[in-house]
């Protein structure tokens, strides 16, 4: 265990934080903001650089970084990072509890958009920037950003990496990783913009466009608007969005195979192929109860709203437009179903991801096969290539570990909830990272009345559910810091 | 024609023994010098001791100057490697046995950008030939020509099929768009004439259409429902090969292998998505009962050893599989199999041999003979042969019942650009023309070698009407795509 580089590491990965901080403070200036919301950033930035130098300032001798050193510093990063960017928040007085600040924060950086807040509308320009920005840095991963920004030189790097990107299998794009990281984040940004410049012709004003372009990008969900998205009501939008969030539930090397003008593979790509299928049967089906259950009578409208709404559950971004707690059952198990799904391994979606999902239920298949001739000699395939025993074992035990860690989750908010949907939904909602929930009150329920137990646990059901759990088993498991004694 | 040939192995000494037979120049390259030694004593061939890439015994084989470089030694890379050296050296035409999968996906490159005529596969072909087979259970072994549009079937006439005490004459008047090739009647093989009677046990060699053919056997009862369900036994590369050939087929066919090798199997499984992979000794009869193995269409025995393979054929042949295929590779041992007629003998190293041959065949044309392709007959009693008839030819502009031919030959059809023609004694072949003959005389070099000397009465077909007109159905070959 070589601790020195990971403090190191820790250390100077914070400081980006600080630097992103400079941000908010041009928003701040922009907007004319009182002078005490540019200083909470400023204090903030302070506060990080301080402890940055108190934890280390020399590079170690030794850069040795292995998978377990790789899995501390992603989890450590990312827990640090949630706190100092909760700072601000609390300085400036606009979330006055330092833990309902860093829920904010969690829920942000993991792209998972749930909110202690009520009202958002009343929150200054340079608050709700920071907060939607933290989803634009979250989705893509802040080492990812750092690696992407940084001079690095250390070929070990690439377990920084693995253990970020989303997805049982990490692919480097190009033989380097630092263009690896630099070409994902290019498309990252000019997606992103791209949705920016659509959002603005819907007539959304630049700084919201901005905003929910964020929170789309890294299929967060913070909006800056009480009713989210449904505050627009322009079908113009609503389509805009709901693209865009498809596309970010997308595998980003897709995008770059597109680029490479590899479209033709692009579309054999099987998880694409399911990904869509889902999203199509699940958009007919949910049409199909809506329609008979009578709640719309313009199917126009139907497939607008249940569109949004798919797109919406299954790239886990969770913006809104209808409250569909008063759908029918099916379509609410139907939502239920594809917030475990999510997106696609690789891209900014959380959940179980598509990947994994398509290799286990066919390794199950597999195992029918051999019910009926058990010498049968069955190959697991993915992409038409095929998987490795190990490979297949690593994704079904990430099942388990996965189911596990959402019952575990669920079991300790159950003594802060008044009944199991909400305590379930609220679960799945942090874990899976999408931020809206079906309680007996609404969808979007914000989390401001849990107590700050339940919220350090939704913390680290957010941040655990982004980082897909093995780095906080890391963090958390006591063996990691054994040393050779 | 100068012909060097790398390596003595199996495929080797027979080219040597077959080549020499037909009078090429042969000099064999080979590292043992007691194998050059026996090779020697049974035919006419002089032998050079050493490694076949190495320059100095090339240029001492007379490389530079000869027409032919064959190299069928059992490494890839050293027959790829004396192949590029012979054709550098400036030798007229190479070939390089390459038995490697990997290297067998893209001979088409891999010849073009390595400067090598002809790359051969041992185990591509025999797949190739088993998927023949398999195309068309009814016959014991299928030829085909024309790039596959015309067949050949070979087939057993029983006792109580309507064609035993048949003869020839009301065949044709009966089926009038099949030609009868030549008939196997115990050891001899006659090329029939109009009185000849059919008798059971009879092999026959049939033409025509594959519609026409197909039509034929299921009138006759010989053939039942075409073969889906195929067992093969071992999962070797023929396997392999034979998995690919007929998942491109446009007939779909249902496959279970059966792999001792759990590492072989799952590489299978994994390369073939379509086919049933088990894991088992697929000698082992409880194995067998356990999957079914008398429901199965086809079983095809590709294990590694010819005895197993005999054995599973012999076990199937109890159950009445309907097509059951083994793969030997000793031709020692074929005498015992060879006439019980219920399997099918797939030889890797025979089927090797007759391209070879046909290819020394094939390029003697284009200096004075025009076989185009050769193909043997009944374990080599009678041959095949593909003639283009050129302009000079003595033949052509003659009505065929005024040609003058050999005894035992019989002009089988005449294929004109786009069409193909079974003839009759009016019919006349032009120039141009690619005929089609069966011969029990070998050696013919050239298409006016058919013609005899002495005035005899000229053998074809003169009691059948032409077929012909309707462009052939493209009846794909399944292994031509591979």
């Given at each position: 265990?070589?601790?020195?580089?990971?403090?190191?590491?820790?250390?100077?990965?914070?400081?980006?934080?600080?630097?992103?901080?400079?941000?908010?403070?041009?928003?701040?200036?922009?907007?004319?903001?009182?002078?005490?919301?540019?200083?909470?950033?400023?204090?903030?930035?302070?506060?990080?650089?301080?402890?940055?130098?108190?934890?280390?300032?020399?590079?170690?001798?030794?850069?040795?970084?292995?998978?377990?050193?790789?899995?501390?510093?992603?989890?450590?990063?990312?827990?640090?990072?949630?706190?100092?960017?909760?700072?601000?928040?609390?300085?400036?007085?606009?979330?006055?509890?330092?833990?309902?600040?860093?829920?904010?924060?969690?829920?942000?950086?993991?792209?998972?958009?749930?909110?202690?807040?009520?009202?958002?509308?009343?929150?200054?320009?340079?608050?709700?920037?920071?907060?939607?920005?933290?989803?634009?840095?979250?989705?893509?991963?802040?080492?990812?950003?750092?690696?992407?920004?940084?001079?690095?030189?250390?070929?070990?790097?690439?377990?920084?990496?693995?253990?970020?990107?989303?997805?049982?299998?990490?692919?480097?794009?190009?033989?380097?990783?630092?263009?690896?990281?630099?070409?994902?984040?290019?498309?990252?940004?000019?997606?992103?913009?791209?949705?920016?410049?659509?959002?603005?012709?819907?007539?959304?004003?630049?700084?919201?466009?901005?905003?929910?372009?964020?929170?789309?990008?890294?299929?967060?969900?913070?909006?800056?608007?009480?009713?989210?998205?449904?505050?627009?009501?322009?079908?113009?939008?609503?389509?805009?969005?709901?693209?865009?969030?498809?596309?970010?539930?997308?595998?980003?090397?897709?995008?770059?195979?597109?680029?490479?003008?590899?479209?033709?593979?692009?579309?054999?790509?099987?998880?694409?192929?399911?990904?869509?299928?889902?999203?199509?049967?699940?958009?007919?089906?949910?049409?199909?109860?809506?329609?008979?259950?009578?709640?719309?009578?313009?199917?126009?409208?139907?497939?607008?709203?249940?569109?949004?709404?798919?797109?919406?559950?299954?790239?886990?971004?969770?913006?809104?437009?209808?409250?569909?707690?008063?759908?029918?059952?099916?379509?609410?198990?139907?939502?239920?179903?594809?917030?475990?799904?999510?997106?696609?391994?690789?891209?900014?979606?959380?959940?179980?991801?598509?990947?994994?999902?398509?290799?286990?239920?066919?390794?199950?298949?597999?195992?029918?096969?051999?019910?009926?001739?058990?010498?049968?000699?069955?190959?697991?395939?993915?992409?038409?290539?095929?998987?490795?025993?190990?490979?297949?074992?690593?994704?079904?035990?990430?099942?388990?570990?996965?189911?596990?860690?959402?019952?575990?989750?669920?079991?300790?908010?159950?003594?802060?909830?008044?009944?199991?949907?909400?305590?379930?939904?609220?679960?799945?909602?942090?874990?899976?990272?999408?931020?809206?929930?079906?309680?007996?009150?609404?969808?979007?329920?914000?989390?401001?009345?849990?107590?700050?137990?339940?919220?350090?646990?939704?913390?680290?059901?957010?941040?655990?559910?982004?980082?897909?759990?093995?780095?906080?088993?890391?963090?958390?498991?006591?063996?990691?810091?054994?040393?050779?004694? | 024609?100068?012909?060097?040939?790398?390596?003595?192995?199996?495929?080797?000494?027979?080219?040597?023994?077959?080549?020499?037979?037909?009078?090429?120049?042969?000099?064999?390259?080979?590292?043992?010098?007691?194998?050059?030694?026996?090779?020697?004593?049974?035919?006419?061939?002089?032998?050079?001791?050493?490694?076949?890439?190495?320059?100095?015994?090339?240029?001492?084989?007379?490389?530079?100057?000869?027409?032919?470089?064959?190299?069928?030694?059992?490494?890839?890379?050293?027959?790829?490697?004396?192949?590029?050296?012979?054709?550098?050296?400036?030798?007229?035409?190479?070939?390089?046995?390459?038995?490697?999968?990997?290297?067998?996906?893209?001979?088409?490159?891999?010849?073009?950008?390595?400067?090598?005529?002809?790359?051969?596969?041992?185990?591509?072909?025999?797949?190739?030939?088993?998927?023949?087979?398999?195309?068309?259970?009814?016959?014991?072994?299928?030829?085909?020509?024309?790039?596959g549009r015309v067949n050949m079937h070979e087939m057993i006439i029983d006792e109580c099929s309507g064609l035993c005490k048949l003869n020839l004459s009301d065949f044709r008047k009966r089926f009038t768009s099949l030609i009868v090739c030549a008939v196997q009647r115990g050891q001899e093989v006659v090329i029939p004439?109009?009185?000849?009677?059919?008798?059971?046990?009879?092999?026959?060699?049939?033409?025509?259409?594959?519609?026409?053919?197909?039509?034929?056997?299921?009138?006759?009862?010989?053939?039942?429902?075409?073969?889906?369900?195929?067992?093969?036994?071992?999962?070797?590369?023929?396997?392999?090969?034979?998995?690919?050939?007929?998942?491109?087929?446009?007939?779909?066919?249902?496959?279970?292998?059966?792999?001792?090798?759990?590492?072989?199997?799952?590489?299978?499984?994994?390369?073939?998505?379509?086919?049933?992979?088990?894991?088992?000794?697929?000698?082992?009869?409880?194995?067998?009962?356990?999957?079914?193995?008398?429901?199965?269409?086809?079983?095809?025995?590709?294990?590694?050893?010819?005895?197993?393979?005999?054995?599973?054929?012999?076990?199937?042949?109890?159950?009445?599989?309907?097509?059951?295929?083994?793969?030997?590779?000793?031709?020692?041992?074929?005498?015992?199999?060879?006439?019980?007629?219920?399997?099918?003998?797939?030889?890797?190293?025979?089927?090797?041999?007759?391209?070879?041959?046909?290819?020394?065949?094939?390029?003697?044309?284009?200096?004075?003979?025009?076989?185009?392709?050769?193909?043997?007959?009944?374990?080599?009693?009678?041959?095949?042969?593909?003639?283009?008839?050129?302009?000079?030819?003595?033949?052509?502009?003659?009505?065929?019942?005024?040609?003058?031919?050999?005894?035992?030959?019989?002009?089988?059809?005449?294929?004109?650009?786009?069409?193909?023609?079974?003839?009759?004694?009016?019919?006349?072949?032009?120039?141009?023309?690619?005929?089609?003959?069966?011969?029990?005389?070998?050696?013919?070099?050239?298409?006016?070698?058919?013609?005899?000397?002495?005035?005899?009465?000229?053998?074809?077909?003169?009691?059948?009407?032409?077929?012909?007109?309707?462009?052939?159905?493209?009846?794909?070959?399944?292994?031509?795509?591979?």
């Open positions: 265990m070589n601790i020195k580089i990971v403090r190191y590491f820790v250390s100077k990965l914070i400081q980006v934080e600080a630097g992103l901080m400079l941000l908010p403070c041009l928003i701040s200036l922009i907007y004319g903001e009182p002078f005490s919301n540019l200083l909470s950033f400023l204090i903030a930035m302070g506060i990080i650089f301080l402890i940055s130098f108190v934890i280390t300032t020399k590079k170690p001798e030794l850069k040795t970084l292995h998978t377990k050193e790789g899995m501390l510093i992603v989890a450590l990063t990312w827990i640090s990072w949630t706190c100092f960017g909760a700072l601000p928040f609390v300085i400036s007085g606009e979330i006055p509890f330092y833990i309902d600040a860093v829920f904010e924060m969690a829920s942000g950086f993991s792209t998972t958009g749930a909110s202690i807040l009520r009202d958002v509308e009343s929150l200054s320009h340079s608050t709700l920037f920071w907060r939607s920005f933290s989803h634009l840095i979250g989705g893509m991963g802040v080492l990812v950003f750092a690696l992407a920004i940084f001079p690095t030189g250390a070929s070990e790097t690439v377990h920084l990496m693995r253990a970020e990107v989303p997805g049982p299998r990490f692919g480097k794009l190009v033989s380097k990783l630092k263009e690896t990281a630099l070409i994902l984040y290019t498309i990252y940004f000019v997606l992103t913009l791209i949705t920016v410049i659509l959002l603005i012709f819907g007539g959304m004003n630049v700084f919201d466009s901005f905003c929910h372009s964020f929170g789309i990008a890294g299929t967060g969900g913070f909006s800056t608007r009480n009713a989210s998205i449904g505050f627009y009501n322009s079908a113009y939008i609503e389509w805009v969005t709901g693209m865009m969030m498809l596309m970010f539930g997308m595998n980003f090397n897709l995008f770059y195979m597109v680029i490479l003008g590899q479209v033709v593979s692009v579309f054999r790509n099987e998880e694409l192929r399911v990904y869509l299928s889902v999203i199509i049967s699940a958009t007919g089906i949910i049409t199909l109860t809506n329609h008979l259950n009578g709640i719309y009578t313009d199917l126009a409208t139907n497939i607008r709203h249940t569109f949004f709404s798919v797109s919406s559950v299954i790239t886990t971004t969770g913006y809104l437009t209808v409250d569909f707690s008063d759908w029918a059952l099916t379509a609410l198990t139907i939502f239920a179903l594809l917030m475990f799904i999510g997106g696609m391994a690789g891209s900014t979606g959380g959940g179980f991801k598509v990947a994994r999902l398509t290799i286990a239920g066919k390794s199950m298949f597999n195992e029918f096969r051999l019910m009926q001739n058990p010498r049968r000699v069955t190959v697991t395939k993915f992409n038409q290539s095929p998987l490795t025993v190990d490979q297949v074992t690593r994704i079904r035990n990430y099942s388990l570990a996965y189911i596990f860690c959402l019952v575990l989750i669920i079991l300790l908010i159950t003594p802060d909830t008044p009944d199991m949907q909400t305590a379930i939904s609220a679960g799945m909602n942090t874990f899976n990272n999408i931020g809206v929930g079906f309680a007996t009150d609404g969808s979007s329920v914000p989390f401001t009345d849990y107590n700050v137990f339940s919220k350090i646990v939704l913390i680290f059901s957010m941040i655990a559910g982004r980082l897909e759990i093995y780095p906080l088993i890391v963090l958390l498991s006591p063996n990691t810091y054994l040393s050779k004694s | 024609m100068q012909i060097v040939i790398g390596g003595a192995g199996k495929i080797g000494q027979a080219l040597c023994l077959e080549l020499a037979d037909e009078g090429h120049d042969i000099i064999l390259i080979e590292k043992d010098e007691n194998t050059i030694e026996r090779i020697i004593e049974r035919s006419d061939i002089s032998g050079i001791a050493g490694s076949v890439v190495d320059y100095d015994i090339q240029i001492e084989a007379g490389v530079p100057d000869c027409d032919l470089f064959i190299s069928v030694t059992g490494n890839d890379e050293i027959n790829l490697i004396s192949a590029i050296l012979a054709d550098r050296l400036g030798a007229g035409y190479t070939v390089a046995r390459v038995g490697d999968p990997q290297y067998g996906t893209h001979m088409g490159l891999m010849r073009r950008a390595l400067g090598v005529s002809l790359m051969i596969n041992p185990k591509l072909e025999a797949a190739r030939e088993i998927a023949k087979s398999i195309s068309s259970p009814s016959s014991v072994s299928v030829e085909s020509f024309v790039h004439g109009g009185s000849f009677i059919f008798e059971a046990g009879d092999v026959v060699l049939l033409t025509g259409f594959i519609r026409d053919l197909e039509q034929f056997c299921i009138k006759n009862g010989i053939a039942q429902k075409p073969i889906k369900d195929i067992l093969v036994i071992g999962g070797g590369e023929i396997t392999d090969y034979l998995c690919r050939i007929l998942e491109r087929s446009t007939r779909k066919y249902k496959l279970t292998v059966i792999e001792q090798d759990e590492d072989i199997a799952w590489a299978l499984a994994a390369e073939h998505s379509d086919i049933t992979v088990l894991h088992g000794d697929g000698t082992d009869h409880d194995v067998l009962q356990e999957i079914n193995y008398d429901l199965y269409d086809a079983i095809v025995a590709l294990t590694g050893i010819d005895e197993e393979n005999i054995m599973i054929g012999l076990l199937a042949a109890q159950k009445s599989i309907r097509k059951i295929i083994s793969k030997v590779n000793r031709t020692e041992i074929l005498p015992i199999v060879q006439d019980n007629g219920l399997q099918t003998i797939i030889t890797p190293k025979s089927i090797v041999t007759e391209h070879l041959v046909r290819f020394v065949r094939a390029h003697q044309n284009a200096m004075g003979s025009n076989v185009e392709a050769l193909h043997r007959i009944f374990n080599n009693a009678a041959e095949v042969l593909e003639f283009c008839v050129r302009p000079d030819s003595k033949i052509i502009d003659t009505p065929l019942k005024e040609l003058n031919l050999k005894d035992n030959i019989l002009i089988v059809f005449i294929l004109r650009i786009n069409q193909v023609i079974f003839p009759t004694g009016d019919d006349v072949i032009k120039a141009d023309d690619h005929i089609v003959v069966v011969s029990k005389e070998k050696m013919f070099d050239d298409v006016d070698d058919i013609l005899s000397d002495q005035k005899n009465k000229p053998k074809f077909l003169d009691d059948i009407a032409d077929v012909e007109v309707e462009p052939l159905r493209a009846d794909k070959d399944p292994a031509d795509e591979y």
